[in-house]
């Protein structure tokens, strides 16, 4: 079995249920889906990266996240398939929740709506596995994402989803790496109008500055705290997507 180290951490190859040599692969950004991609292509999976995330908030926010996806995937040779940015859709499921906590209803309405198009393209065009990024941050529930893949995809007899744990194996340590590596940008919150609402506020209370939107971006040297650089949320990660 081959594996694919990257500084400190290793991954095995990956091997898909039912010898699978194809898939759609749900991204919610580049940093979660880094990792995920380049894992794939060297276990030589056929993968095609999916970007449907109309939760993200501002459109310039989305725009910079979704063209960071387009850039590694031009690198690795990966087909991208730009989805709708229906934003007015996903404000309407939304609608009610606004005060949920992250991880709580919003945010399984906001995995359902994506994944349910994700499940929809599958069929559409004769991808019978898929996957999904969300799974391999570790600000989010795992079961959740999982439970939500499962609901979209049994939709559809002929598409699976593959709820493996993308987390484990080296892919947590490989996705920070290769992220800095590939100097992604760092969002700063999980993506939605509410998140940044939420993260401004925890925030304000603990002294810190206001997300700064296209600012910040991963690099391999340690970051130094300055009074013009606001330090990272974690010293080591994304704030989820
Ligand atoms: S916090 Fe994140 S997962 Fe939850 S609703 Fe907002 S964008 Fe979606």
Redesign the pocket.
């Known amino acids: 079995m081959g594996t694919f180290p990257y500084k400190n951490a290793r991954r095995n190859k990956i091997v898909p249920p039912n010898g699978e040599k194809k898939l759609l692969l749900h991204s919610c950004c580049a940093p979660c889906a880094g990792e995920m991609m380049e894992a794939m292509v060297e276990s030589g999976i056929h993968l095609t990266v999916f970007f449907y995330?109309p939760?993200?908030?501002p459109v310039r926010e989305y725009e910079i996240r979704k063209n960071e996806n387009i850039r590694y995937c031009q690198k690795l040779g990966i087909p991208f398939v730009d989805a709708d940015y229906d934003v007015d859709r996903w404000f309407a499921r939304?609608k009610g929740?606004e005060w949920?906590p992250?991880?709580?209803a919003?945010?399984?309405?906001?995995?359902d709506m994506?994944f349910e198009r994700t499940a929809l393209y599958a069929h559409e065009h004769a991808f019978s596995l898929w996957a999904t990024s969300?799974g391999i941050s570790r600000w989010?529930n795992m079961e959740q994402i999982n439970a939500s893949g499962h609901r979209a995809g049994r939709a559809y007899p002929n598409v699976s989803y593959w709820d493996f744990n993308w987390r484990k194996g080296g892919g947590s340590a490989r996705m920070y790496e290769i992220a800095k590596r590939e100097q992604f940008y760092q969002q700063e919150?999980?993506?939605?109008?509410?998140?940044l609402r939420?993260t401004n506020r925890w925030r304000a209370q603990s002294g810190r500055q206001r997300i700064a939107i296209g600012k910040n971006f991963y690099d391999e040297t340690p970051p130094r705290p300055s009074p013009q650089k606001p330090q990272m949320e974690l010293p080591n990660g994304p704030k989820?997507?």
């Open positions: 995330n939760n993200i908030h939304a929740l949920e992250e991880r709580g919003r945010c399984t309405l906001c995995f994506r969300l989010k919150y999980c993506g939605c109008v509410y998140s939420d989820g997507c």
